[in-house]
T-cell receptor, first 111, second 115 residues
Framework: QKEVEQNSGPLSVPEGAIASLNCTYSDRGSQSFFWYRQYSGKSPELIMSIYSNGDKEDGRFTAQLNKASQYVSLLIRDSQPSDSATYLCALRGTGRRALTFGSGTRLQVQP | SAVISQKPSRDICQRGTSLTIQCQVDSQVTMMFWYRQQPGQSLTLIATANQGSEATYESGFVIDKFPISRPNLTFSTLTVSNMSPEDSSIYLC????????????FGDGTRLSIL
């Protein structure tokens, strides 16, 4: 079982819709969770951090964490073509400082 | 957040040669890491660069192949030694600015192609 699992996609949504990206993880001791966006040919860029169960909102982005079920999700409201990118789920596992990344979900927002 | 500069941004190298990648941060950081991203893949941690001591390597990565230095709190280098086409990847420097549960931030990466 991979430490961090994501559906590779592509996830295709129409402009203006809600995009829902999901991530599951295996290490129950993980405490810190992050979503990064990576445009083609660019390096990852931090979008959201979440540490506690529940929802965290930042503009059009909402991160959701459920530690009991070991999943993290990212909702993007009012999706724009500029949101088309690969979204990487990352976490800090038990006893580790470096982040572990999922394989990423490619999002395509259709105009 | 910190400004992270990586050099070179890209290079094309011959098989059997070595290349050193530099990572410079504009402020002191607690942690520095080196990742590899192979074409179409996610990020794989190579090692944690420790200030003033030997780097901590992940399984599958060894010091002879990927020697790392971190002489101070703002600078690190990664050398890719005796390169082969399988080393063609993007190499990314990442930093954690402060301790605790802080996220990591990435440099722009070095795109390396081996002929």
């Amino acid at each position: 079982q991979k430490e961090v699992e994501q559906n590779s996609g592509p996830l295709s949504v129409p402009e203006g819709a809600i995009a829902s990206l999901n991530c599951t993880y295996s290490d129950r001791g993980s405490q810190s969770f992050f979503w990064y966006r990576q445009y083609s040919g660019k390096s990852p860029e931090l979008i959201m951090s979440i540490y506690s169960n529940g929802d965290k909102e930042d503009g059009r982005f909402t991160a959701q964490l459920n530690k009991a079920s070991q999943y993290v999700s990212l909702l993007i409201r009012d999706s724009q073509p500029s949101d088309s990118a690969t979204y990487l789920c990352a976490l800090r596992g038990t006893g580790r400082r470096a982040l572990t990344f999922g394989s990423g979900t490619r999002l395509q927002v259709q105009p | 957040s910190a400004v992270i500069s990586q050099k070179p941004s890209r290079d094309i190298c011959q098989r059997g040669t070595s290349l050193t990648i530099q990572c410079q941060v504009d402020s002191q950081v607690t942690m520095m890491f080196w990742y590899r991203q192979q074409p179409g893949q996610s990020l794989t941690l190579i090692a944690t660069a420790n200030q003033g001591s030997e780097a901590t390597y992940e399984s599958g990565f060894v010091i002879d192949k990927f020697p790392i230095s971190r002489p101070n709190l703002t600078f690190s280098t990664l050398t890719v030694s005796n390169m082969s086409p399988e080393d063609s990847s993007i190499y990314l420097c990442s930093v954690e600015v402060a301790g605790g549960n802080q996220p990591q931030h990435f440099g722009d990466g070095t795109r390396l192609s081996i002929l």
